[in-house]
């Protein structure tokens, strides 16, 4: 898609960093439609003669096409993608570049009686308002399509690539003509990517080097099959998300920010500023934005922080607090940004954010959070971090496991029988080392305090739901720990749920802490040192219950001891962990304003 709005407050083009006034600004809009804002403005019908005239839509089935657009120098399109479709508008006959024959013969090869929608034509391009309103519905458009067909205008495949596309398989052949097709422009355009997550059912076409001139199509769906099984030889080909659009408004409504923000982030936007619109189109928030900026061919990192930024203000708009449970990476951008401190980045492949859902979490307790033009003010549990304990634990096939607590390195001699299933994977071999670290650490003639640690640690992780910290696991930690490794791998949720402590394949970095109320956590993300400091949970990101299979961390903002001049504390940094600070008249509802 084109870009779509004017810039924020008629200024010029927003390439400097946003503050938070900016970021509220470039937001403004009006959420929800009215008639004139709910549905495709026109469609394409094919006359006798076999021209397509732009006509109203009028409830007529149509295919929504999905491709790129045409102009970039790099964009290489092949046979009939170069070849136009005549399209008669109201005032005149055109020559279509973006309705290329390639497109159009698709088009009627599918079904020939259904009317087409393709935006170059269906919006009215000069026409910012109407491009503004049309863009907030996108998810509808393509939601209501028959189906959408995915154009990939710069491949072309044999019929017996064809062949081999029905015969899902992970030979070198096949891993070949898998990259192939996902070399495809379309696979690197935003847009394009949420258009398929929004559709009902897609094909997608191809040119046909056997008869040229022609084309074929193929269900996304067999698409994705060949990728599964080509995964198999590398896997580091892209996991894609099925088409969505069968699913109902109310239930994609659950779908998170960060979700959303996860599938078009690392993707090309000619406008960097329409990642905005994409999310919401992706979680069918439908906000029609009255001062978002455009940065149209403009990239620079500023736009790129901005759009997090402006992610982030929509996430607390729909009350969908789920970036705030990727706060933690250890490559937030907008880790300590004045104002930001608190606001999260989208994190591939994390389960925990992209299933966030306001029941499991203590929300209600906060029904007035908000973001002024300070920063985040929020209710939550408050506690100093009295002392810290730094932890890495590093595997070595060919020697012990190496535990350093403290900057002193132990060798944990503790070799236990492991089941099979251990190692099948990788959540559940760090798991296995993870739990090996913490049995031998108690042996290794560390201090009492971080022995002691180990224990709750490990109580947390056996735990099968708790809300308060579980008693720590006493005796002969070798001995309880070795019926558990001995047998069928069954920790399996919280062995994924703890990637996040794992920062190299064989190394975890981890701290644990003891708070002013007495608990004892474990924790992991940006804030460097955190002795001294405070830890905020946020009711918002409160779980109520640690409980499996989603639900089993919580993360918190480490904020400066001293107040600021206008009475908010400064996040240095945030982290995820297991548990949770003490609710009671010392350190629960604190009203926290967070910059």
């Known amino acids: 898609m084109p870009p779509t709005t004017s ?10 960093p946003f503050s938070v006034g900016d970021a509220l600004t470039a937001c403004l809009g009006t959420v929800g439609t009215d008639s004139f804002h709910d549905r495709p403005l026109r469609v394409l019908e094919r006359d006798d003669d076999g021209v397509y005239q732009i006509m109203p839509y009028q409830d007529q089935p149509y295919v929504a096409i999905s491709y790129c657009w045409p102009g970039d120098p790099s964009f290489q399109r092949l046979g009939s993608s170069n070849e136009p479709t005549v399209v008669a508008t109201p005032d005149r006959q055109m020559s279509s ?15 020939p009686n259904l009317a087409v929608w393709i935006d170059f034509h269906c919006i009215n391009q000069s026409d910012d308002a109407e491009k503004a309103a049309q863009v907030a519905i996108m998810q509808r458009i393509y939601t209501q ?67 040229p001139g022609k084309s074929f199509g193929f269900s996304s769906d067999t698409l994705w099959h060949c990728v599964d099984a080509a995964r198999a030889r590398d896997a580091s080909l892209p996991l894609f998300t099925q088409p969505r659009g069968h699913l109902p408004d109310i239930a994609m409504a659950k779908s998170t920010c960060a979700w959303a ?26 906000h029609r934005f009255t001062s978002r900026p455009t940065a149209f061919g403009t990239h620079v990192p500023a736009i790129s922080l901005n759009v997090l930024m402006m992610a982030n203000v929509i996430a ?31 994190l591939d492949g994390d389960r925990a954010s992209a299933s966030w859902n306001e029941k499991d979490f203590q929300v209600a307790k906060d029904p007035k959070v908000t973001l002024d033009q300070v920063g985040l003010v929020a ?47 990788v959540d559940g071999k760090h798991l296995r080392d993870l739990v090996i670290a913490l049995a031998g650490a108690v042996d290794s003639h560390i201090c009492e305090e971080a022995s002691y640690h180990a ?3 490990l109580a947390y992780l056996f735990a099968e739901d708790y809300a308060q910290q579980p008693d720590p696991v006493m005796g002969d930690l070798r001995a309880v720990v070795q019926p558990l490794l001995g047998n069928t791998l069954s920790l399996k949720d919280i062995a994924s749920a703890m990637s996040f402590i794992w920062q190299a394949p064989n190394l975890a970095v981890f701290s644990t802490v003891l708070l002013s109320d007495g608990s004892v956590l474990l924790v992991s993300g940006n804030a460097g040192k955190l002795t001294g400091h405070l830890l905020f949970q946020p009711y918002i990101i409160r779980p109520k219950l640690f409980s499996p299979p989603v639900v089993l961390t919580a993360n918190s903002m480490v904020l400066e001891n001293s107040l600021l001049s206008n009475g908010a504390r400064r996040c240095v940094g945030c982290v995820r962990g297991l548990g949770m600070i003490t ?11 967070v910059v």
């Not at 690392?266 to 905005?276: A, K, N, Q």
């Not at 900057?407 to 503790?414: E, N």
Request: charged share 20%; aromatic share 8%.
């Open 455 to 457: 224990r709750v640690v």
């Open 261 to 286: 923000l996860s599938i078009v982030h690392r993707l090309g936007c000619s406008d960097e500023y329409d990642r905005v619109s994409l999310i919401c189109n992706l979680v069918r928030f439908v």
């Open 316 to 346: 607390l708009k729909r009350r969908d607090y789920s970036l705030l449970l990727t706060n933690h990476g250890t490559q937030n951008p907008l880790r300590g940004y004045h104002g930001f401190g608190w606001a999260g980045e989208p």
């Open 97 to 111: 570049s973006h309705f290329s024959q390639f497109i159009s013969k698709a088009a009627e090869s599918y079904d």
């Open 145 to 211: 399509a028959k189906l959408t067909l995915v154009m990939l205008e710069d491949i072309a495949l044999s019929s017996e690539d064809r062949l081999l596309l029905g015969k899902p398989q992970a030979t070198p052949v096949a891993l070949a003509l898998v990259r192939r097709i996902l070399s495809a422009r379309w696979f690197s355009r935003a847009w394009c990517s949420q258009e398929l997550v929004l559709s009902h059912h897609a094909h997608i076409y191809v040119h046909d080097t056997t008869h």
């Open 583 to 593: 609710e009671d008249s010392r350190h629960g509802a604190q009203s926290v304003r």
């Open 379 to 425: 209710f939550g549990c408050l506690a100093h971090i009295v002392r810290e304990h730094t932890w890495n634990v590093r595997y070595d096939p060919l020697d012990p496991v190496h535990l350093t607590i403290d900057g002193r390195t132990h060798a944990v001699d503790f070799r236990p029988r492991v089941d099979p299933s251990w190692n099948s994977n």
């Open 7 to 16: 810039t924020a407050n008629d200024r010029p083009l927003l390439l400097h």
